[in-house]
């Protein structure tokens, strides 16, 4: 069985840094680009930063700077470091694990909350 499990967030206050962390169990994470996507309240789903399995990185626009993708293979695991947060990066930040060869693999983590206010 597949899971992934993020941990991690909470209530941190304006210029705050937190990290996530996505523990993965049941496949190679190792073979997997993994995501992280947030969703505020009211509004869809979008990506925030991905890392490929070959460690290449990118980053939307409004997180260009402060927040920071990375992996450990070894532990399975992947994280969001997050820097000098506003309060517009309040969202329920999720774990994405994809593959596409040999066939397409997508899993999703739980969801953790990350609220940022004074």
């Known amino acids: 069985q597949v899971q992934l499990v993020e941990s991690g967030g909470g209530l941190v206050q304006p210029g705050g840094s937190l990290r996530l962390s996505c523990a993965a169990s049941?496949?190679?994470?190792?073979?997997?680009?993994v995501g992280w996507y947030r969703q505020a309240p009211g509004k869809q789903r979008e990506l925030v930063a991905t890392?490929?399995?070959?460690?290449?990185?990118e980053y939307e626009d409004a997180v260009k700077g402060r927040f920071t993708i990375s992996r450990d293979n070894a532990k399975k695991t992947a994280y969001l470091q997050m820097n000098s947060l506003k309060p517009e990066d309040t969202a329920v930040y999720y774990c994405?694990?994809?593959?596409?060869?040999?066939?397409?693999?997508?899993?999703w983590g739980q969801g953790t909350q990350v609220t940022v206010s004074s």
């Open positions: 994405n694990a994809k593959r596409r060869i040999p066939t397409l693999r997508d899993y």
């Open positions: 049941g496949i190679t994470l190792s073979l997997y680009t």
């Open positions: 890392i490929t399995d070959g460690s290449s990185t």
